[in-house]
């Protein structure tokens, strides 16, 4: 008879980048969590030659260098047979078009529009430009990389912009500006194996328009306890996320749903991030790597049924 001492001690590897070696605060209490819990943990970068394949599950977790390489990312996503998310999750996920499905899902979500790379100028006349300050964004992106804010009357700059974004090969959102994010910033609500874990603040990361060099009021990161309506959309988004893509939420690793007030107060999708999102664990609950490392175990024994 198998006793728990005879449960194979199996590794997981957490995907970073290789200008990242050194992981930050939130990732630095992953691996111990892990252990805690009787898993080998170490940090591979994806981009390097490691034995992947041997992995008993390989998680994505700051790879943030894919942006700009995104068809090589989505390769070795799926050259990994254990990857935690799917590597067709991430395929999805990593375009910001999936807002356009959430929306006809029925999801509440920031006003988008997309501009397609097109004939030259023709995509840039035919968007609907909002008459408020707005973002324009490409479709592909982290970290902020390539948003940027514009008044209504920058509507040049902004097209200039767009036509980069153009020019690199990508889509380009267009959003109104959401003024929420300045006075109380936006909430980051986060899931393990599709279940509630715990929240977050984030401040404004965008310079204003105004040239004034002052972002928002809102200072962040900070924990929080997200409203009962801003868990209710967060939970609408995973349901109506896993039954676009065919998967339950239980095969969600991690998930991190960012929301925003309207000017009416609803709560609205701004991004959902499944491929490498920062998870704010130095800001949580000390249990809160726990929950993940347990998430990761179910995940484990998931695969092996
Ligand atoms: N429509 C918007 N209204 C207000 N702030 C925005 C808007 N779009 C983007 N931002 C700001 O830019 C940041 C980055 O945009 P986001 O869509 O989250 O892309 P990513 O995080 O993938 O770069 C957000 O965290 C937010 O601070
Ligand atoms: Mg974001």
């Given at each position: ?12 590897l ?56 995104r068809?090589e ?15 067709s ?9 999936y ?6 899902a ?10 397609e ?58 959003q ?8 109380e ?18 401040g ?8 004034s ?68 664990f130095?800001l949580?609950d000390r ?17 092996a049924?």
């Amino acid at each position: 008879m198998r006793g728990p001492g005879d449960v194979p001690n199996r590794e997981v590897l957490l995907a970073t980048s290789a200008d990242r070696p050194e992981t930050g605060v939130d990732e630095a209490l992953l691996p111990d969590a892990l252990a805690e819990l009787g898993l080998r943990a170490d940090w591979a970068v994806w981009d390097e030659s490691r034995p992947w394949a041997e992995a008993d599950l390989v998680v994505l977790r700051t790879t943030w260098d894919y942006t700009n390489r995104r068809d090589e990312f989505l390769k070795w996503c799926e050259s990994v047979p254990a990857l935690a998310n799917p590597a067709s999750v991430v395929r999805w996920n990593t375009d910001k078009r999936y807002l356009g499905e959430l929306i006809s899902a029925g999801v509440p979500v920031t006003p988008t529009e997309v501009v397609e790379p097109g004939e030259p100028g023709g995509a840039a006349e035919s968007v609907d430009w909002p008459d408020r300050e707005f973002v324009v964004k490409p479709s592909v992106g982290a970290g902020s990389r390539g948003a940027v804010r514009f008044l209504p009357e920058q509507r040049a700059e902004a097209v200039r912009h767009l036509r980069g974004l153009h020019e690199e090969g990508v889509a380009a959102l267009v959003q109104p500006y959401q003024p929420a994010v300045d006075r109380e910033g936006e909430t980051a609500v986060v899931f393990f194996g599709g279940v509630y874990s715990h929240g977050f603040v984030k401040g404004p990361l965008l310079d204003p328009a105004d040239d004034s060099g002052e972002l928002g009021l809102a200072k962040g990161p900070f924990a929080t306890e997200p409203a009962p309506e801003l868990r209710r959309v967060a939970e609408d988004v995973l349901d109506a996320t896993s039954a676009l893509l065919g998967i339950p939420r239980r095969e969600l690793l991690y998930a991190r749903v960012d929301l925003v007030r309207g000017e009416d107060g609803a709560p609205m999708l701004l991004e959902l991030e499944l491929t490498e999102p920062r998870l704010g664990f130095s800001l949580a609950d000390r249990a809160a790597p726990l929950r993940f490392a347990s998430a990761v175990r179910s995940e484990l024994a998931h695969r092996a049924e």
